[in-house]
């Protein structure tokens, strides 16, 4: 069965588009000119650039669908886009396509104590919820380390993760509702306030589709009690690997931390030199434990953990004190992504999942893979749900410097494929992991995926070019000249 | 008809029956154990219903991974029994485990138990999937460890699809480890009212409640986990919290069995009608004075966030889908007859797409 989808963006009249999308937009927000655009070229993923043709910023719903509508018509790719943060891919323009900037559409609609819930638009930041909830005592748990900036909209597209995910979940299983435009125009509800649903869950195929199905304008959280007591502790280790041995041993004793993160020396050295974060000296990885809830379980819970510790064969165990010094963990382990710039020009960061067991494994492999291809790696994973973060870096300046580091990533990506993982824990597919899914997902899978894709989007214009392997958008090589770098339709500058 | 897997135990065999429907102009609808018998029933003269139930056995548990993974047909109480001996669980409390509920069609109809307030539904603990899709393919969607971003999120599409999406195969769960022991408070409330101020109170409460749970009589039952110490601790704060002395305290063997009672829906046992209804605090007071006007009997779960609606009569059962619609609300049909998802139903063009999608021969029966 062919499931290539005609696609007709060639013949476009680029002025008649313009004039249609001029008669839905005032021009303060329908953007053509070159150097306003070049603020949309590029996403989290800066390797890539592409100039979109237009970017428009809606203000309410009429506005996104008479946008796709018209985008339909045309046949003309469009792509929802919030503060730009994805570090796949996901919000990079098509150069033939439309940006949707859903930037002004960032109200907090309600917060709604007794139901736990908070009613926002697609534009409002992750960390605003639970800024506008702490009134009551609520907070809305997805962190992704960019929680400060990365939109809601942009996390449900994405399904983003953080430092949470063991214990409470991902963006999927705090998303009750959501209204979408769907990728022709129709608007629907999906899902409801309510905690349970009835019939197929169809928001959780909607809570990261990677925007290849419609876009979320109007989103429902579930928002929980703040924890009231944390226990944060910082224990540094000899090895890598003894840090994660020490991860085994607390998911063994059957303790549920709230997180649990690793950090290498270079991680360490990136965080102290962008923030001044503090470690103990001579270790080669810190492990982050946190125990959070009721202050009466965290009390219980710290007897059982704190042996465990002292019995992990950790060199240094730093208890957080205060709140302030708790703070100060978490801002030196959030702060590494911007962190790793300060040692290096360039950076890709991947975020590969293993099965926890193999963490020890798949460490000493990515180890010696950089070794052998002479570029230096920075790790800072999620260790209690074996979400790697390598940082591999790179100066874009050198001749193929980006390509073999690109090369390297590719191996990583397979490593997890091969022991049984995921090529994507939090940070979605996107343009850059394309190639990968079908290391996923045989042929059936990815088609059956493709049809439910062509069913709401026959012309795949929503986000064309994303998470699937094949189609228009040609596979990400890693080897010489990019496809689309061939084709004119991407640049690394 | 009922046909089973004496004979072939073999996947392919089971793909071949799908074929064969499509090509035959017939509807297969897979069934478990038919301990939500209306979920086995249709009433179509064209539908091959196909008995999942042999097609059982864990493939794979790694209790150090938090997952398991085992075919559609395996009886949630073989679960129960290797997680259990291992100190975990399942903290959604999958219902009917007794009666032999299995994790497919545990999974395709998509209802969690009491435990679901805390850590997440069912939806929140699929972690991977295999099913047969409508033009016979195998598909798999999510994977085998606690997080993944990879793809179209298949696993979540297939919980609640009531076997009309797909024949569910094999599945992945995600597990936790279980509390080392449970408490339970239950005060008897003088009015529904007064038992959802105590509710919305205790939403607000930084104490994690396993569950939450009122009855028709205004009864609320508070499941607090933890070591007896801890758990006597919270108690008192939940107590002085609400303003509320009294009521009872019950720990050991006579919580345990409340709340496995509660998961086996034994207070419905021998009614005619049983449906559940997603909900939230602001539907309960008008809907419940019309449940009771109709003779339904009433439970609240997860913190009123569904009701499971009980009913005898035959006269209010078809009252039932017009006050369901008038609330906008829709419930599943356990036990009754008629369409299987009953009420307001708005989504419904976007999930006629995806059955397309999956199954553009429409091997599978449809929703309404």
């Known amino acids: ?493 | 008809m009922i046909q089973s897997l004496q004979i072939d135990h073999e996947l392919r065999s089971i793909v071949e029956q799908v074929k064969h429907c499509a090509e035959n102009g017939q509807k297969f609808l897979p069934i478990g154990n038919k301990t939500k018998p209306h979920l086995a029933r249709v009433n179509r003269d064209d539908v091959q219903r196909f008995s999942m139930a042999s097609w059982s056995g864990v493939i794979e548990y790694q209790p150090f991974e938090f997952t398991i993974t085992a075919k559609s047909g395996t009886r949630i109480s073989e679960l129960k029994k290797l997680l259990e001996a291992e100190g975990q669980f399942l903290p959604f409390d999958p219902l009917y485990v007794r009666g032999g509920a299995t994790l497919g069609g545990t999974i395709a109809t998509g209802v969690s138990g009491p435990g679901r307030l805390l850590f997440g539904g069912l939806r929140d603990f699929v972690l991977g999937v295999q099913f047969i899709d409508g033009l016979g393919h195998l598909v798999r969607g999510g994977g085998k460890v606690v997080k993944n971003a990879a793809g179209f999120d298949l696993p979540k599409l297939m919980v609640g699809s009531l076997g009309r999406l797909g024949v569910l195969t094999e599945i992945t769960m995600k597990v936790f480890p279980a509390p080392t022991g449970y408490r339970t408070l239950k005060f008897g409330c003088s009015s529904l009212q007064a038992a959802l101020n105590h509710i919305s109170s205790l939403m607000l409460l930084p104490i994690d409640l396993v569950a939450i749970e009122l009855d028709g009589e205004s009864n609320l039952y508070l499941r607090i986990a933890g070591k007896e110490a801890t758990t006597s601790t919270l108690a008192k704060r939940i107590r002085e919290h609400l303003g509320l002395s009294g009521g009872e305290e019950w720990l050991g063997e006579e919580e345990t069995q409340w709340w496995s009672e509660a998961a086996e829906l034994s207070w419905s046992e021998g009614m005619r009608y049983l449906v559940r209804v997603p909900l939230t605090l602001q539907d309960i007071e008008k809907l419940d004075r019309r449940l009771k006007q109709i003779g339904a009997v009433r439970r609240y779960s997860a913190a009123a966030n569904a009701v499971w609606i009980a009913l005898d009569s035959p006269l209010a059962w078809d009252e039932l889908p017009f006050l369901l619609q008038e609330a906008k609300l829709r419930g599943v049909v356990v036990r009754g007859e008629g369409n299987i998802i009953i009420g307001s139903y708005d989504a419904l063009s976007f999930a006629h797409r995806v059955q397309r999608a999956i199954d553009p021969k429409s091997v599978f029966v449809p929703y309404q």
């Open chain 1, 1 to 493: 069965m062919t499931l290539q989808a005609t696609h007709i963006t060639d013949t476009v009249d680029s002025h008649s588009l313009i004039r249609e999308l001029s008669q839905i937009f005032p021009a303060e927000r329908l953007l053509v000119d070159k150097a306003t655009l070049a603020a949309f070229e590029s996403d989290g993923l800066t390797a890539f650039q592409v100039l979109p043709r237009a970017v428009v910023v809606p203000e309410n719903d009429a506005e996104i669908v008479d946008t796709i509508k018209l985008c339909q018509k045309f046949g003309v790719p469009f792509v929802a886009r919030g503060s730009g943060t994805s570090l796949s891919g996901g919000s990079l323009p098509h150069r033939e396509g439309i940006v949707i900037a859903l930037n002004q559409m960032n109200r907090i609609i309600s917060i709604d104590p007794e139901r736990r819930i908070a009613v926002v638009q697609p534009g409002v930041f992750n960390l605003s919820i639970s800024k506008a909830a702490e009134k009551f005592g609520l907070h809305y748990a997805p962190d992704p380390s960019s929680q400060q900036v990365c939109t809601i909209g942009g996390n449900l597209a994405f399904n983003a993760g953080g430092a949470h995910c063991l214990k409470y979940g991902m963006t999927s299983n705090h998303v009750l509702a959501v209204r979408v435009v769907l990728a022709d125009g129709e608007v629907c509800e999906l899902g409801s306030a309510s905690l349970e649903g009835a019939g197929p869950d169809l928001l959780g195929l909607f809570v990261g589709s990677e925007g290849l199905l419609g876009v979320a304008t109007e989103v429902t959280v579930r928002l929980i009690p703040k924890p009231e007591a944390y226990f944060t502790v910082l224990a540094g280790y000899d090895t890598l690997e003894r840090a994660g041995e020490a991860v085994a041993h607390i998911i063994a004793s059957g303790l549920l931390p709230g997180a649990m993160e690793i950090m290498d020396r270079l991680s360490m050295k990136a965080a102290h030199e962008a923030v001044g974060a503090k470690y103990p000296e001579n270790v080669e990885a810190v492990l982050i434990v946190e125990l959070d809830g009721s202050r009466d379980s965290v009390a219980a819970d710290r007897l059982r953990l704190e042996p465990l510790l002292q019995q992990s064969g950790a060199s240094a165990i730093l208890v957080a004190a205060s709140n302030e010094e708790r703070l100060k963990i978490w801002k030196g382990r959030k702060s590494v992504f911007s962190a790793v710039g300060r040692l290096s020009p360039d950076f890709i960061v991947q975020d590969g999942v293993v099965p926890r067991g193999k963490l020890g494994f798949a460490l000493r492999q990515i180890e010696q893979l950089s070794r052998e291809a002479g570029i230096a790696v920075a790790n800072v994973f999620h260790a209690g749900d074996g979400n790697l973060h390598p940082l591999i870096m790179y100066d874009g300046r050198e001749e193929g410097a980006l390509e073999r580091a690109e090369e390297l990533a590719a191996k990583i990506v397979q490593l997890c494929i091969d022991l049984g993982g995921s090529i994507t824990g939090e940070h979605g597919v996107g343009m850059e992991k394309r190639q990968f899914l079908s290391g996923m997902y045989d042929e059936a899978s990815l088609n059956c995926m493709r049809r439910i894709r062509l069913g709401c989007d026959p012309n795949e214009v929503a986000n064309r070019g994303k998470m699937f392997p094949s189609g228009e958008a040609p596979a990400l090589s890693l080897y010489g000249l990019h496809p689309l770098e061939e084709a004119g339709v991407i640049a690394r500058e």
